[in-house]
């Protein structure tokens, strides 16, 4: 059983817009020191997106969705979101959330995230 939950995918054209979801399931926690978003395209290596450390929500983001995709944590709701705009078509991949209670650092290597998500599959295509 997975533990995170993500949400929100879908075809989008050129230039449009998405928010992804990840929610933690049930008795499971996102207070963990980093969430992050992970993609991963045909024929590619899983990589990093977009990381909040949760002691102060504080983001960081890679290079290539750098002033065009944002993260945010609701705590309430126990999600954490990434909002996508200015999408291309170079941006097409499943979306993984992660995170790992070891973790005191945003990093971006997906073998140090023991907890996931199963994905959720964005397409941007005209």
């Known amino acids: 059983q997975e533990q995170l939950v993500e949400s929100g995918g879908g075809l989008v054209q050129p230039g449009g817009s998405l928010r992804l979801s990840c929610a933690a399931a049930s008795g499971f926690t996102l207070d963990y020191y980093v969430i992050a978003w992970f993609r991963q395209a045909p024929g590619k290596e899983r990589e990093g997106v977009s990381y909040i450390v949760t002691s102060d929500d504080s983001p960081y983001y890679e290079d290539s969705v750098k002033g065009r995709f944002t993260i945010s944590r609701d705590k309430a709701k126990n999600t954490v979101y990434l909002q996508m705009n200015s999408l291309k078509s170079e941006d097409t991949a499943v979306y993984y959330c992660?995170?790992?209670?070891?973790?005191?650092?945003?990093?971006?290597?997906?073998?140090?995230?023991?907890?996931w998500g199963q994905g959720t599959q964005v397409t941007v295509s005209s």
């Open positions: 992660a995170t790992d209670p070891r973790l005191r650092y945003a990093s971006s290597d997906p073998s140090e995230y023991r907890y």
